[in-house]
């Protein structure tokens, strides 16, 4: 079965570090979404692409990149850690935009990650 | 700007209770989606519904509705006869034309909904 997977589940780093959240779907889904959860602010995108070598800013992407250089991989990357960054990530995927696509995001089981 | 308000930061029923999560968006499109996600205990992302905005017929699914009402910009959704089960953070989203924006979602800050028995 087609799926979407995130890697690490649960990560612990100290302030500063670079930290990379990989995420691989199978689906072969051009869309491909990065989301954090926090608490009274439910998700908020970071960064999204729409097909390999595309990546657009988000609303929170301050201190994060992307880069597709295929279309099942999406990895998001912290430069450099902060503790602001300490949150649960998300990554989804969806179909590409057409008459059939109603923008159904399926999503990661989620990481979580702690900075110190 | 599109924005997704969930006011009701957590609901609290006792089991077989009905209970109705209240939605309201903003947005300038005339096109768009609407939906609803489920976040139960185990953290993960369940699709409820999706709704697009030329669609205004209420939808039940089981247990669970949803109305739709274009006049006062609200996507509520109830669950009749809540049970345990029910208990999870519930997510109202919304998704800008399908065209050029397919797949990227403003998520409300979500419901928590405790089931007690």
């Known amino acids: 079965d087609a799926e979407i997977t995130q890697s690490p589940r649960h990560k612990i780093t100290e302030t500063g570090r670079q930290v990379t959240l990989a995420c691989h779907q199978t689906w072969n889904h051009n869309n491909m979404f990065w989301y954090r959860q926090d608490l009274g602010h439910g998700l908020r995108l970071i960064h999204y692409?729409?097909?390999?070598?595309?990546?657009n800013k988000g609303e929170v992407s301050d201190g994060y990149s992307v880069s597709r250089s295929n279309t099942e991989d999406l990895p998001l990357t912290l430069e450099s850690a902060a503790s602001s960054q300490t949150s649960v990530y998300f990554c989804a995927s969806s179909e590409l935009a057409g008459a059939l696509n109603t923008g159904e995001l399926f999503f990661g089981e989620g990481s979580r990650l702690t900075v110190l | 700007a599109q924005k997704v308000t969930q006011a009701q930061t957590e609901i609290s029923v006792v089991e077989k209770e009905d209970v109705t999560l209240d939605c309201v968006y903003e947005t300038r499109d005339t096109t768009y989606y609407l939906f609803w996600y489920k976040q139960p205990p185990s953290g993960e992302l369940v699709f409820l519904i999706r709704?697009?905005?030329?669609?205004?017929q209420n939808e039940i699914s089981g247990r669970y509705s949803w109305n739709f009402q274009k006049s006062t910009s609200s996507f509520n959704f109830t669950i009749t006869a809540s049970q345990v089960v029910d208990s999870a953070v519930y997510f109202c989203a919304l998704s800008g034309s399908i065209y050029n924006q397919g797949g990227k979602l403003i998520f409300g800050q979500g419901t928590e909904l405790s089931v007690k028995p």
């Open positions: 709704r697009n905005s030329f669609d205004e």
């Open positions: 692409s729409y097909g390999v070598q595309d990546t």
